[in-house]
């Protein structure tokens, strides 16, 4: 079976492969030029062709096995590193020990590489220890070439010497400086990202007894409405609910509550939702039903929570208002008509279901269960 690949991971996979690859390029490249060059240097004919051959490995390797992308990176960054501090410290040495011989002229044009290089530290190697390795390759790669020029102040002032210089110390100093900084934004956007999920998991969900949030249930009725989903609502209120707090103290209330919201939730399915609508007061919607259906939901409803006890409390009952939509219905008219149901269970003593029906049959009694 395949895993849901993390969006991130797969990037930075792609992002790998393309870098392999154009290394890969890049040496192929660097080799045909210097075994086709007039003078022959040991370290130019032997370096890029190496290159060549990790490369390939290195990319077989992320084909084979994309979970050690980390580690494959890393190994290509050494060898960056190594390839990078061989030629500065050797070339640098033979131009300051061979009488005649310019660092300018010798030196692979490799500078630029050393920016991307410690860009990609910057990127793959975490927290402090990328502003160690970087600190490090400056010193083993830049530091050498740096010192050569400014005690060779012809070479520094020619265009490569000026070149080298830039790459070697500002550019290098800026993608050291500027990377954290863009990872430090990075980090802040995933926390705000993770902040907004939590931010709407609260908005959609009641805090104290985990069903749907009046919001949430506002939005599904106005979806209901606007699809013309044949539907029922039912408008559910504890009974006496006030003298339960009185009695038993507010944090039993909500215990109260949330039992009654859990029976309720157990209760309803194949696309039936409750929200809390305000303090004890819960709307049901019911999708795809008849005046029967809903009268049977409701009823249900009505004896699940008739039938919980919670100690010490007692038996705890509740009204029920419910109304079918109507085609010409819109949130104002069907909520007040389901409140109507609800105020006349009410009336009538609690612990009962008032069903009214819609307008046009303005004239039928109202039918009532309990
Ligand atoms: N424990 C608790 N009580 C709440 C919460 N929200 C509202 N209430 C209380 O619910 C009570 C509702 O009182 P009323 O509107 O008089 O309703 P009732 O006592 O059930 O009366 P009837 O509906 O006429 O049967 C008030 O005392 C509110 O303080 C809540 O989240 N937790």
Excluded at 33 to 41: E, G, Y
Excluded at 207 to 213: D, E, F, I, N, R
Excluded at 309 to 337: F, H, Y
Aim: hydrophobic residues 50%; proline residues 6%.
């Amino acid at each position: 079976m395949t895993q849901a690949q993390d969006p991130d991971e797969r990037y930075v996979r792609i992002a790998v492969m393309i870098m392999l690859a154009l290394t890969l390029f890049a040496s192929a490249c660097a080799t045909l030029i210097h075994w086709l060059a007039p003078i022959h240097r040991m370290m130019d004919l032997v370096v890029p062709p190496a290159f060549c051959v990790l490369s390939v490995g290195l990319i077989t390797a992320l084909v084979r096995r994309p979970d050690w992308v980390l580690g494959i990176v890393r190994i290509d960054l050494l060898a960056a590193g190594v390839a990078l501090a061989a030629p500065a410290w050797l070339y640098t040495l033979q131009a300051t020990l061979t009488p005649g011989m310019q660092l300018i002229d010798i030196l692979p044009p490799v500078s630029s590489l050393f920016v991307v290089f410690l860009a990609m530290l910057m990127i793959f190697v975490p927290g402090r220890l990328a502003f160690l390795v970087a600190a490090l390759s400056w010193v083993l790669i830049a530091l050498p070439v740096l010192v050569y020029l400014l005690l060779h102040g012809r070479e520094m002032w020619s265009p490569r010497g000026r070149d080298l210089l830039m790459a070697y110390g500002p550019a290098s100093i800026m993608v050291v400086v500027l990377l954290p900084v863009q990872r430090a934004l990075v980090g802040k956007i995933r926390r705000l990202a993770l902040e907004r999920d939590r931010m709407e998991v609260m908005l959609r969900r009641d805090p104290l007894t985990g069903v749907q949030s009046r919001l949430l249930g506002e939005q599904m009725l106005r979806q209901v409405l606007s699809e013309r989903i044949p539907a029922g609502l039912i408008m559910l209120d504890l009974d006496k609910f006030k003298a339960i707090n009185d009695t038993h103290g507010h944090p039993m209330g909500d215990k109260v509550l949330q039992a009654v919201a859990d029976a309720c939730r157990g209760l309803l399915r194949a696309g039936k939702t409750i929200s809390r609508w305000g303090g004890e007061e819960f709307l049901v919607i019911v999708p795809n039903v008849d005046a029967p259906g809903l009268q049977r939901v409701a009823e249900r409803l009505r004896l699940a929570i008739a039938d919980l006890s919670v100690a010490p409390v007692g038996q705890v009952t509740a009204s029920l208002g419910a109304t079918l939509l109507q085609s010409w219905d819109d949130q104002e008219t069907v909520l007040q008509r389901a409140d109507q149901a609800l105020y006349r269970a009410k009336e009538q003593g609690g612990n009962q279901v008032v069903a009214v029906p819609a307008p046009i049959a303005a004239g039928t009694t109202p039918q009532q269960t309990n």
